[in-house]
């Protein structure tokens, strides 16, 4: 189609000139909405990453600077070489070694030079940077005495680092296995209990500890006090840490394989038995029972393919009965029969 220009009337060439202009200008008005748009878009996602960065940088924690305990503890010794121990022994800061008897309690003066071990009265020649390791074999337990006053017994399986002075702001000691603790008061100066896993921080109070490099769990039981719970739960993209304050009658359990920290109450006195000599257990499935006293008598139970580790029982064992009353006992409380091997320091149960 051809348009005879020569032909428009001038309010004609007006009216499409006034068009055309208007065309252009909406033209030009949807290009700069378009880039407008573009910029809104780039600016949206840079605020986004700027924002995700920032929850991230905030949500994980600095980490804290490991104190010497850490430190001495991560190059120390473990419970997993307390398998092969016969005896309970004291490692001193000069690395020598003294064995202890199983009734003996392990005590130090106030100022941490001298150490008794039953009758015995040793020289430590410690200062403040000294740290002592006890380590009990399985089947045995034993009993400190800090220099600040404070109690620990520690139990079959366990090892406890601790320095021979509680210099400085803060009391901690490094447990790996399983310890009661009855703190001696100090509003100044908090007591710490480190594991692996998690922190517990005390000021005065009884409560128990039980964190052992084989088991699910690590778990911490509050019997009189007051208790602060610390545990870094490391993420696939960032850490968390969380804490929990217990009461007494509480207990936290951590699982460290679904990552998570669970606060409930118990019958906590019977879970800190054990320091009295006894295994007292009340509504606790097969399994955890056996566990258990595998660790205090050093034993090996065969379970039967039947056997139903997941039903609950309560009783309790002394734990100084000898093999076949355990077994008698046992099968008391579980209707299960029980057979000893002696000289394997096995229990068949089905």
Known sequence: MQINFNKISNDEKDSLKSQIRHGLI???QKEAGRRKKKRLIAFSAAASVALLAGLFLNRTPV???KTDLELFAEKGLTTESNADLEDISLVLQDQKTIAVQDSSIISYG???QKVTVGEQAINTNSNSASFNTVRVPYGKRTQIVLTDGTTVWLNSGSSLIYPTQFDGSI???????EAA??????KAKPFFVKTKECNVRVLGTVFNVSSYPEDETVQTALLQGKVRITYNKKGLLSNKEIQEDLTPGMIATINK?????KVERKDVASILSW???YFTFKSQSLNTILGKLSKYYKIEFIKGSDLNLDANYSGSFALNENLNNL????ASITNNNCTVNANQRTITIK
């Open 181 to 186: 603790f009855d703190v001696a008061h100090n």
């Open 275 to 277: 320091r009295e000599g």
């Open 327 to 330: 077994a008698s006992t046992l």
């Open 63 to 65: 980490s804290k600077p």
């Open 171 to 177: 009391r901690e000691v490094y447990l790996t296995g």
């Open 26 to 28: 909406e033209l030009e």
């Open 110 to 112: 106030k100022n941490g």
């Open 257 to 261: 394989d679904q990552k998570q920290l």
